[in-house]
């Protein structure tokens, strides 16, 4: 069976790929569809609403069952942003690249004169399966625990990895390998729950 996932990030699609390579399924993103779909509006005001609306009018459009998710970074100290406004904390002008960098910028900015002990953070992953008739299949979410550093570090993975430290490795989100990532990160987490989940379903 083929699985929709809702992103164009070839990142992203690395990620779940990896993770379900030992499920029986294919594991395709919008651009092997071969066709532009309309990106749905993403207005909801949680991550888990906004994986909803992706993974219902992906499924639809497509006539496949789609897996979205929706995630970001939570920053206690600022109470929780940027949050589903992660993406495009700095505006939406530039390459992906670009507005990683002036996110990271911003967020650095915003931290300016932040404690070492108030600069807990998360990156969120809310994840939703659903069928092209419009059900809902499977929910989850997963959360990846560390705080945010002063300054930039690591060449791997993309968004805020850079800036998301995690005390027990000594190291950020963007400085561990794609293993360790998968076995510790928020998107790991819930797309090791949905292939459980595949697995379940299909034996």
Known sequence: MRIL???????????????????????IGLDALGREIEEPVEDGETFEANARIKALAYARAAGLPCVAEDSGLEVDALGGAPGVYSARYAGVDGDRKTRDLRNNEKLLAAMEGVPDGERAARFVCALCYASPEGEILFETRGTFEGVIARAPAGENGFGYDPLLFVPELGKTSAELTSEEKHARSHRGEAVRAFARHLSEVSR
Not at 17 to 25: G, S, V
């Open 5 to 27: 996932v809702a992103t164009s990030n070839s990142d992203k699609l690395r990620e779940f790929r990896e993770i379900l390579r030992d499920t029986p399924h294919e594991v």
